[in-house]
């Protein structure tokens, strides 16, 4: 009767778990990520960006031409020209690379931060898969329970069993529904984080994660992840972008500077012996370095340039840390993980399939399987916690490696 009534109940689950799944939007990793990328959040990003690519190919400068006239009394003269500045204190070369620094460092620095959205959202991507796996297992459980809860009672009617086994039955199950309820909650916490990053292309009500809880990447040397980081980092990228900028903008004030040149060319109109004569007027205008030394704006450049270069050099440390410590937690977490598995939650497997191999056939055994059961319980929850702290520091580790990019 007890295995009739247990196998039942598996199947009224199993039907419930595969309607809601059928009515469900599915999302693997893969598909998160590329909604992702088309979503406002990334797409503002871009937006941003798109102007910048498009003044490329870099131009330089060329003013434009100027009309003048002027007057003079005392011998009436009068000039009309045109005036045009030749730019030659800018060289074409240096000032392509500051214009290209400048869009390198912007579009860096919008790699980082939309590699920080994607590292969010795939945090909050296994926290959903967890939650998911947890009610699977809460549920497998709160079926075992009823029965084993229907069993005890009839053994208290049949003079076997005190109140206080029904009670601890009971308490199990209560315990149960309130894990039922926290796992809800953290279930759709993660679908909210989902739901703000991807927008409106995925509904938070319906939405499931499909994926796994298991590490997919080897843990690399730590020699080797510090240098990916160095090299791949785009907000390093862009601190050194701006360092370079600001190197080159300092060297462009240096009196080796060529100047610009005006040219004016027009006519002139001068009053002589009582008549006004017309005649060509042209005139080239040279600036002319007279004091040594360097112009006033290097000083708060060079100032500039320190302050970016020690910018960078903590930004360098900071990150070199960070890799440490992801590093770090990462290997511990996954041995950790490992190892609960081999030595507590492989062998609670194995008592649950003993003791309910032998509770199904016979219920006068309900106390021993009540007893197993908060102990299996424990082991259960406690290896999907570490599954998803190992899989959290997986994603973290390659966020400060910059390996998460859309």
């Not at 871009?46 to 498009?54: G, S, Y």
């Not at 009500?205 to 690399?220: F, H, I, Y």
């Not at 980081?229 to 080796?256: C, M, Q």
């Not at 040594?292 to 900071?318: C, F, I, K, Y």
Request: hydrophobic share 45%; charged share 25%.
């Amino acid at each position: 009767m007890i295995s009739s009534i247990h196998s039942g109940k598996n199947a009224i689950l199993l039907l419930l778990l595969l309607a809601s799944s059928g009515a469900a939007q599915e999302l693997t990793e893969a598909q998160a990520m590329r909604l992702l990328r088309e979503s406002p959040s990334v797409s503002e990003y871009r937006e941003n960006l798109d102007p910048m690519r498009a003044v490329r190919p870099w131009q330089p400068p060329r003013p434009g031409a100027s009309l003048n006239a002027s007057f003079e009394g005392a011998g009436r003269t009068e000039f009309y020209f045109i005036e045009q500045e030749i730019v030659f204190n800018r060289r074409s070369g240096l000032a392509r690379k500051l214009d290209e620094l400048e869009a390198d460092s912007r579009e860096a620095r919008a790699n980082f931060e939309t590699g920080r959205m994607a590292a969010r959202m795939l945090a909050a991507f296994y926290r959903l898969v967890y939650a998911q796996q947890r009610k699977q297992v809460i549920a497998a459980n709160n079926v075992e329970l009823e029965d084993i809860h229907r069993a005890v009672e009839a053994l208290h009617a049949a003079g076997e069993a005190s109140k206080f086994d029904v009670f601890r039955a009971e308490k199990s199950i209560a315990e149960l529904d309130v894990s039922s309820s926290d796992t809800e909650i953290l279930a759709a916490q993660a679908k909210a984080v989902l739901a703000g990053l991807l927008g409106d292309q995925v509904n938070a009500g319906t939405l499931r994660a499909k994926g796994s809880l298991l590490p997919v990447r080897d843990l690399m040397p730590l020699r080797e992840a510090l240098s990916v980081a160095l090299a791949g980092r785009a907000d390093i990228r862009a601190a050194a972008a701006k360092l370079e900028s600001s190197r080159l903008e300092a060297s462009a004030a240096t009196p080796g500077w060529k100047p610009n040149l005006k040219l004016q060319g027009g006519i002139k109109r001068a009053e002589v012996v009582d008549r006004l004569v017309v005649g060509p007027y042209v005139a080239v205008s040279v600036p002319v370095p007279l004091w040594p030394g360097r112009p006033s704006g290097e000083p708060a450049a060079s100032t500039e340039h320190v302050h970016l270069r020690e910018q960078l050099r903590t930004l360098r440390n900071r990150v070199l840390a960070e890799v440490q410590a992801a590093h770090d937690t990462f290997r511990i977490r996954r041995t950790a993980a490992d190892d609960y598995r081999r030595r507590v939650f492989a062998p609670a497997q194995e008592l649950r399939m003993s003791t309910f191999a032998v509770y199904r056939n016979d219920a006068s055994i309900a106390l021993e399987a009540l007893d197993s059961v908060p102990a299996i319980q424990a082991a259960e929850f406690r290896f999907l916690e570490l599954q998803v702290a190992a899989k959290e520091a997986e994603v973290e580790l390659e966020r400060v490696l910059g390996e998460i990019a859309l």
